[in-house]
């Protein structure tokens, strides 16, 4: 009668003479290192993580291999970032976490805010003239500017722009790794 085998001595036995090279292992501890970043930068941003406890973890990360953790956790918080929504929360991590200066990346954000916002009221008054234009008024009328094909392309392209200057930000335009 033949001996039955566990799952794992078949598993160990094919292993055998597999060895894993430096480059695999460090792609392995990147990948560790990305997951936990992702998970510690997601609670932060949903509350569940105070600054400080977000500190306190990151330090842990650094431990580990301290630029990569750092790299990876700045481009996550700067993925992260929704204007409008939680600049703060980001920008308080990059500030007190990473230690980056982040009035250049606060003043593209304005700028890009205050753009969309000038657009916004110029976009409106231009669809409110075409819908007295037609016939259309009062003060229940309020234009669907997310419909409008003008805006669309308008928001897109300056989201496009936004995101390349914070993509510019990362890799070393007057970014965290930019020359001093």
């Known amino acids: 009668m ?104 606060r003043k593209k954000l304005w700028d890009y805010t205050s753009q969309l916002e000038e657009e916004k009221k110029k976009q409106m008054a231009s669809l409110m003239k075409k819908l007295e234009n037609k016939g259309i008024s009062g003060s229940a009328v309020l234009p669907n500017l997310k419909a409008d094909p003008g805006w669309k392309t308008f928001t897109e392209e300056k989201r496009k722009a936004l995101k390349d200057a914070l993509d510019g930000w990362k890799n070393g335009d007057d970014g965290p790794w930019a020359p001093a």
Not at 2 to 31: A, N
Not at 69 to 96: H, I, S, Y
């Open 2 to 105: 033949g001996e039955i085998r566990s799952t794992m001595d078949i598993i160990m036995e094919k292993l055998q003479g597999i060895s894993v090279s430096e480059e695999e292992k460090k792609g392995f501890r990147e990948q560790e290192i990305k997951g936990k970043v992702k998970g510690l930068v997601q609670r932060y941003i949903d509350g569940a993580l105070d600054i400080h406890r977000m500190k306190r973890e990151a330090s842990d990360l650094w431990k580990q291999d301290e630029d990569l953790a750092r790299r990876l956790l700045t481009e996550e918080v700067l993925n992260r970032l929704e204007p409008g929504k939680n600049e703060e929360a980001v920008f308080q991590a990059m500030e007190d976490v990473l230690g980056l200066e982040t009035g250049p990346l």
